[in-house]
């Protein structure tokens, strides 16, 4: 169980509000997916800022690339929130022990290559729709593991239950900015003009 009070990080399109769920766009690990015909809204946060910079900005650079770059154009289309959860959340734990037990392990579940993201995020339908009582599930990130990454279900979670801490748009916000910077910096990755 999450806490009713926890605070979560965002990155997310600034076209969107900081407590707005996506409501079936592009592709990630664990959605879009469908349930019972309907698309199901969908969330990303991370229990740090530096976790949901690397499982969104910085989610896809080879870290075996000489030169490791984040184009600038591509940040200031995001904006970075700080959300707070006002009542206690069920999560489907995605850790290696529960893996275990469902018979498949966190190399074939979050250690994954995009291409099988539609496999996992058909293991996110049937996470879904085998517990009602489920708002969303966590796992380890697999970028920043010294964090937690989260997905919520629109289905589940309503927006009314998201407080907004704060939200900013990285092309507005040097200060917002500067913290993307450094956190690149741990990796080597630089964000090019």
Same mark, same amino acid.
């Given at each position: 169980?999450?806490?009713?009070?926890?605070? %979560?990080?965002?990155?997310?399109?600034?076209?969107?509000?900081?407590?707005? &769920?996506?409501?079936?766009?592009?592709?990630?690990?664990?959605?879009? &997916?469908?349930?019972?015909?309907?698309?199901?809204?969908?969330? $990303?946060? #991370?229990?740090? &800022?530096?976790?949901?910079?690397?499982?969104?900005?910085?989610?896809?650079?080879?870290?075996?690339?000489?030169?490791?770059?984040?184009?600038?154009?591509?940040?200031?289309?995001?904006? #970075?929130?700080?959300?707070?959860?006002?009542? *206690? %959340?069920?999560?489907?734990? %995605? &850790?290696?022990? +529960?893996?275990?037990?469902? #018979?498949?392990?966190?190399?074939?579940?979050? *250690?994954?290559?995009?291409?099988? $993201?539609?496999?996992?995020?058909?293991?996110?339908?049937?996470?879904?729709?085998?517990?009602?009582?489920? +708002? #969303?599930?966590?796992?380890?990130?697999?970028?920043?593991?010294?964090?937690?990454?989260?997905? @919520?279900?629109?289905?589940?979670? +309503?927006?009314?239950?998201?407080?907004?801490?704060?939200? +900013?748009?990285?092309?507005?916000?040097?200060? @917002? @900015?500067?913290?993307?910077?450094? %956190?690149?910096?741990?990796?080597?990755?630089?964000?090019? @003009?």
């Amino acid at each position: 169980m999450f806490p009713a009070g926890t605070e %979560l990080h965002r990155i997310h399109s600034r076209k969107r509000r900081a407590h707005e &769920f996506n409501p079936g766009f592009g592709s990630s690990r664990f959605a879009p &997916f469908t349930s019972f015909g309907k698309q199901v809204p969908t969330m $990303y946060a #991370g229990t740090s &800022f530096g976790c949901a910079a690397y499982e969104s900005v910085f989610h896809d650079i080879d870290p075996s690339e000489a030169f490791k770059t984040v184009p600038m154009r591509n940040v200031e289309e995001l904006s #970075g929130s700080l959300i707070r959860i006002d009542r *206690d %959340l069920q999560l489907a734990r %995605l &850790f290696e022990p +529960d893996l275990n037990k469902w #018979g498949i392990t966190r190399q074939l579940l979050i *250690d994954t290559p995009p291409s099988s $993201y539609p496999s996992t995020s058909a293991w996110a339908q049937a996470i879904h729709d085998a517990n009602p009582t489920l +708002d #969303g599930m966590i796992w380890t990130s697999r970028r920043f593991d010294e964090e937690k990454c989260l997905i @919520l279900f629109g289905t589940r979670v +309503d927006e009314s239950s998201i407080d907004v801490v704060n939200s +900013d748009g990285f092309a507005s916000s040097p200060a @917002l @900015l500067d913290r993307l910077v450094e %956190l690149g910096r741990l990796s080597g990755i630089v964000l090019t @003009l």
